[in-house]
């Protein structure tokens, strides 16, 4: 435009970053102990009106993410609750100070990771395709993935109240736009959601992923395929006895995550259901490849790298020997 300003309508559905800031500031009215740590990027992570309402409880420590675990351990270890938003790709520089730092005196540190999955936009570094696979291998550690913005809301007082280190991995980009409770009640660690039922083929998502599965139930129920939908929102811990129960019913599994294969969701399904002796099954994993991600529109990013719902249901076709269409 000759304005300069953008043609961009709002559609009013928040992303997940405003929701984490509201919910942010919700939290810290009635928890004192609160407090937010960044680092230089107040902005990306949804916190600036947190740190205008509360300047004493805000701490952004620059381009230091490893000082900024660090620093939050300290906070712990004096009975306050920091709560560290930093995008996920960038939280990777803090690897050891979450490790040596946080996990092993398993210090109640709060890590919302923001730009987790598939960031398109902002570029190849940016995308955030390798948390679950650098964070499930720490002890004490506890992660999870929200399917909508309401979710992300529980998981965030779920955290805030849980005494351990816990992270919450959510994407880039609007919600679902589903209705947020007024009072957020908190989920109970470990514990999965069954969101439909069927008997041909077991799809079990975590966090974007859900979403997507559930577009494919639709077209797979086209096709006389009827699944059964987890929404796990435990990477760790994962919720055994459900998932299980399940597998032992339903042999055709396919797990579906926005994330690298290796070591990720999928995996932790598969080492899962291994190690507690399930035979007889056969799984397809969906989840990226051991590649880098290219810069580009998240849905076409996505389809491409062949973790939407067209590839969940070719997926499920493939498990009944049906032709991909």
Known sequence: ?????????SNGIPTYTQVFGSQMI???KTNEKIVAVTAAMPEGTGLIEFSKLYPDRFFDVG????????????????????VVAIYSTFLQRAFDQILHDVCIDAHP?????DRGGIVGEDGPTHNGLFDYSYLRCMPNMTIMAPKDENELARMLVTAV???GPVAIRYPRGIGTGVKIEENPKPLEIGKAQVINEGDDVLIIAIGKSVCEALKANKLLKKQGI????????????????????YALKIKKIITVEDHVLDGGFGSAVLEMLTDKGVTGFSIKRIGIKNRFVEHGPQDILRRDYG???????????????????
């Open 1 to 9: 435009m000759d304005t300069g300003k953008s043609n961009h309508i």
């Open 63 to 82: 381009i230091a993410e490893q000082h900024a675990v660090t620093f939050s351990a300290g906070l712990s270890s004096k009975g306050l609750k920091p």
């Open 109 to 113: 540190v709060v890590f919302a990771i």
């Open 226 to 245: 009827h699944a059964t939908i987890i929404n796990a929102r435990f990477v760790k811990p994962l919720d055994t006895n459900l998932i299980i129960e």
């Open 161 to 163: 109240n849980y005494n």
């Open 26 to 28: 919700k939290l810290a």
């Open 307 to 325: 973790i939407d719902s067209a590839a969940i249901v070719n997926a499920g076709l493939e498990l009944h020997g049906n032709k991909i269409k």
